[in-house]
């Protein structure tokens, strides 16, 4: 079981991405398991704002996949991957 982050781009402007992730993972025989609580991971403001919070997003939704046993996470968006 992978952990999903689909991050708010993909469930907003990018869910043609969303659905084709989900599609291919499904279709590869991966089950996605999407983060219980994620949260925004900041790229579009915090990094320009304020560097903790910038650090601490997108720490506290890895720190949730780790506490729901989720050993690899999966974040198909380019800005939460770097964040």
């Not at 990094?47 to 729901?68: F, G």
């Amino acid at each position: 079981m992978v952990g999903y982050y689909p991050g708010c781009s993909l469930e907003g402007g990018g869910i043609e991405l969303d659905l084709s992730v989900r599609a291919l993972a499904s279709a590869a025989g991966v089950e996605l398991r999407e983060i219980e609580d994620w949260n925004c991971c900041g790229a579009s403001a915090a990094h320009s704002l304020n560097h903790d919070l910038a650090v601490a997003l997108p720490y506290r939704t890895l720190a949730l996949a780790q506490k729901q046993g989720l050993a690899e996470v999966l974040a198909p968006c380019a800005s939460c991957f770097r964040g």
